[in-house]
């Protein structure tokens, strides 16, 4: 059992219990359209490209701000050693590089977009671990966990600031404008993560109110991500908001994704425990999806999260005792409807390309990183 | 000896204990050049202008955040029923609105300006209330202690970010560089709060080191709102950075004054604690002044204060033993000294407003805000 659930992947799933044909193949556009795009060399442009002036960033930080903000982004350990940490997929830069290039300016035009966007991203993460006392992320120690809850809350302010700082001295009309819509991702974060915490207290939460919650806290910056590049090479409003519209709806691809890994991922890859959002009862969408079905197992879910909610002890469940949770939340339907529906914004977001004129040659890489995202095993 | 405490003012003591002469009239500015202003009407325009602007802007937080930055402003009381809270002296939102007429414009023009800096000021409060434990602010529960920790991030995070909306979305020229002048002072109060907290854990801190994250913390956002306004109307570099140097100075005016009521000012006016600095252990001017000044108090006084950091007992301390300490710092010249870099501070301010042009009743008013903030008993 085990063994087979380290080996699922949501994107083959073998059960279809509300009468779906579940595709044991990659989406359509992967097959079609997929040109030779070599992902990733993409994200490696990306990383290359935004690592030096994000470092340069956090150097201007007042100690020791700056050391707490190098241990965060895995460039030191705890105790001010040098290491090469897990920086992540890197998703994001490659995609704000990327969409400097729909203007045709060259990729570097997008780099301060790309890091104000690493920054933004990293504000969150720094509060939402202490939010949500989140002890352990990529592997580490969390910030509050290691300098403090009062170094979070600061560092995490000081790179809210930093991003719009590092945008706003470009001094240039794009700069402004890249500027607010990256304020307003910021916003949207903060509604999201607001969102979350007020549903962790609440019995039901319905599928709309969680993908409204998912659209700010992921979708909204991955679409600031995507067209930012874009505004500082001089975009229009309306290419600005499609690529937008792409990046919104590939971040709730990306969510749902990221949401089957929660509970059915490979811990190994996600370096997150087993279960690790039953652990937490997150109100995922495979959860709400499966609460919201009916049916058997559906009422059954909801009876024994019901009890799990009252419970001090969820820390101290057996694998079998998570196993069985995550069972019934695939027979009602909440791991199917999941995948679907990663699928379908994935295909949402293809289509917001098609309503704006771009290089083919850049039209090819958006559609590769889109596949990538929702293909990915952690 | 309570009494006559209560009565002493910064500005007129009668004690020089480093052979100053003290004087016991405002400074030369006030007599020689004070203008028929009405600085209580000035603080009233701002008010009135700022306020509708700020409620609407509030309104726009998601659920709960709203609520509990209403109930951070005064507007609710921890129930949610309409309360007339405290808004503060406005200092900021008048100084604001005035700068805009510097440059001829209606002091409408300084508004965005004004919201946006009483939206950075109050993010900082709410976090650093957090950071700092502290459970009252304006003579009620500050928010992470009637909310919740959460909430005063959360909330705190959200003035930041629409701070930084309310004036981008001008979407004009001026509007980006008010609000990179904004993210600058941005910056500095989240430095100098770094500093205040790193402090703590010392035990010497210079009287440059306190100046310094004094002009972090007081200084850097006064000067913002000295300069927002005219920033807004259309003004040079060189007219808002000497705006700005008015505004840092006249912030650190301010903090002397501060950190003298701070230590001998009125509860019922101040709405704090007697001798409030001192129960904090807090590194203030007059207390590093004291320290650095030499002689037989200042030596007395480190042994003393040496001990008090290793005391876990210091809230159950007598009136005494704080008026001891007290006694100490001012025979150190501690208190003095202070009252004199206030001074020194504001004449500085008032030198920076002879480098520009502006209207005659415009200066006339700024040196009247000046000549208030020097004054003030709270």
Redesign the interface.
């Known amino acids: 059992m085990l063994n087979e659930r380290r080996e699922a992947d949501p994107r083959t799933s073998r059960t279809a219990t509300r009468g779906e044909t579940v595709p044991t193949v990659p989406p359509a556009s992967t097959a079609a359209r997929e040109p030779a795009v070599d992902v990733t060399a993409l994200l490696e442009r990306g990383r290359t490209l935004a690592t030096p002036v994000l470092r340069a960033a956090i150097d201007r930080l ?1 100690p ?2 700056d050391t707490v903000a190098a241990y965060h982004f895995g460039w030191i350990d705890a105790e001010g050693r040098p290491a090469d940490g897990d920086g992540g997929k890197a998703v994001r830069p490659a995609l704000a590089v990327l969409s400097a290039e729909v203007t045709e300016a060259v990729p570097e035009t997008g780099v301060p977009g790309a890091v104000a966007v690493e920054l933004v991203h990293n ?1 969150s993460l720094l ?1 939402d671990d ?2 949500d006392g989140d002890e352990q992320r990529r592997h580490r120690g969390t910030v509050w966990k290691v300098h403090g ?2 170094q979070a ?2 560092v ?3 790179l ?3 991003a ?2 590092i945008l ?2 470009l ?1 240039t ?1 794009e ?2 404008r890249a ?2 819509r990256l ?2 991702a ?2 949207a974060l ?2 999201g ?3 979350d ?2 549903y962790e207290h609440r019995d039901r939460v319905s599928v709309e109110e969680c993908l409204e919650m998912e659209g700010n806290k992921t979708g909204a910056l991955l679409a600031c991500a995507c067209s930012i590049g874009a505004v500082l090479g001089g975009a229009d409003d309306h290419t600005a908001d499609m690529l937008e519209k792409y990046g919104y709806h590939l971040g709730l691809a990306f969510q749902a994704v990221d949401d089957l890994l929660g509970i059915w991922g490979d811990p190994e890859a996600t370096g997150k425990q087993t279960w690790s959002d039953l652990r937490q009862r997150k109100k995922s969408l495979p959860v709400v999806a499966a609460l919201a079905a009916g049916g058997r197992a559906s009422e059954r879910l909801g009876e024994i999260l019901a009890a799990d909610a009252k419970s001090s002890d969820i820390e101290n469940f057996s694998e079998e005792e998570f196993a069985a949770r995550a069972a019934l939340i695939e027979e009602a339907g909440g791991r199917d409807w999941t995948a679907e529906e990663s699928r379908r914004q994935h295909r949402i977001a293809l289509d917001a390309l098609d309503e704006i004129r771009m290089p083919d040659r850049v039209r090819d890489q958006f559609v590769a990183l889109a596949d990538f995202v929702v293909v990915r095993k952690r």
Chains 1, 2 share one sequence.
């Open positions: 007042a020791p701000m504000f509060h202490l939010m809850p009062a809350i600061l995490g302010d000081a809210m600031a930093l719009n700082e706003l001295e001094g009309v700069a402004g500027t607010r304020t307003r910021t916003r903060i509604d993560q607001a969102q915490i007020s």
